[in-house]
């Protein structure tokens, strides 16, 4: 059963022991009420069960509500849709359980969202943090134009997983995260419901910090072009597709650009590890797309060899360049 005005936080979670209980007190220490906490522990083979059992024991409150969900190791995807299913929240939050919320995120997001239609969901900024979280900083993102589509600002910007506050049937029309999705889940996901029918309206203000772990918050090597080269291509052939169904087959001069410089630039990253076949994939696709020769990226003389000679010489050209450069 919804209840109504209820947040359901879901907080999936891969050993991150030293972690879970800052992304819990960020919810405990939210202005809103009611709210439930819904963490879904992935396999973890580290001590966060007790860890939050201990946690959740101590904090017990009317309104506040800590559920723990342990399932067989199966992606971060998979844990959100877990606890998609679990929650009874009319509305969704979704927090890394490294990452932290502001102590009114819910508060701001809440009133702003009530403000808004049955299909339109309230987004905001993120925040970056230290490996020890003292030290914040906003990182605001860029609002959408007056004149831009939902779809083509999804398009360009990806709103990180903990920004947006969901309405529990909207992602439920979309049947939550595409769990076959290896890279940018939140990504297609918001794709996914710009495609539906659903808009994105944004609301100034840090929602959620983000942890740099080790200094850096990069793609893990699992998923680097060099390792797995087909979720890079899947991110862009996705994109396409989903664009020409937003459009009804009919894009933007504007979109086909994103669309081809996506291709374009995954094809050179490709290229680069000698990943031949799917660097010709992609550079192929950034032709059927390209409205001019605006989406070809790179330094002056690589574009002039592109354009000459075709991007898979001209990289190779490139590269030689460097070697005898000494880069």
């Not at 059963?1 to 936080?9: E, W, Y």
């Not at 202005?31 to 024991?57: C, K």
């Not at 849709?81 to 990452?99: E, M, P, R, T």
């Not at 508060?107 to 914040?136: H, N, P, W, Y």
Request: proline content about 5%.
């Amino acid at each position: 059963m919804v209840v109504m005005g209820a947040v359901s936080v879901v907080i999936p979670t891969f050993n991150r022991a030293q972690y879970v209980t800052d992304a819990l007190e960020s919810v405990w220490a939210q202005s809103y009420r009611p709210v439930e906490t819904i963490v879904v522990d992935d396999g973890s083979t580290d001590n966060t069960a007790t860890i939050v059992d201990e946690w959740a024991d101590a904090h017990q409150e009317d309104g506040f509500t800590v559920t723990y969900r342990y399932q067989e190791n199966a992606g971060a995807p998979s844990a959100r849709n877990h606890g998609l299913q679990v929650a009874s929240g009319q509305w969704i939050k979704f927090l890394d359980s490294d990452d932290i919320l502001h102590p009114e995120a819910l508060t701001a997001q809440i009133e702003a969202s009530q403000k808004l239609c049955e299909d339109e969901i309230v987004f905001g900024d993120l925040g970056r943090m230290d490996e020890d979280g003292t030290e914040q900083w906003p990182d605001p993102v860029e609002p959408p134009a007056l004149d831009e589509s939902t779809f083509a600002y999804l398009l360009n910007h990806i709103l990180v997983t903990p920004t947006p506050l969901h309405r529990q049937k909207l992602l439920e029309q979309v049947e939550g995260f595409r769990e076959d999705v290896q890279k940018g889940q939140e990504y297609d996901l918001h794709l996914r419901l710009a495609v539906s029918g659903v808009d994105f309206v944004y609301e100034p203000g840090v929602v959620a910090y983000k942890r740099s772990v080790g200094g850096q918050n990069t793609i893990t090597k699992a998923n680097s072009v060099e390792k797995n080269p087909d979720a890079h291509v899947f991110t862009q052939d996705n994109r396409a597709q989903l664009a020409r169904r937003y459009f009804d087959g009919d894009i933007p001069r504007r979109v086909r650009r994103m669309l081809a410089t996506g291709y374009w630039v995954t094809g050179r990253q490709l290229a680069r590890v000698q990943h031949w076949e799917r660097a010709e994939y992609c550079f192929e696709n950034a032709g059927v797309y390209a409205v001019d020769t605006d989406h070809i990226v790179g330094p002056a003389p690589y574009r002039w060899f592109a354009r000459g000679i075709g991007p898979i010489r001209a990289e190779n050209a490139l590269s030689f360049v460097k070697r005898l450069l000494g880069r």
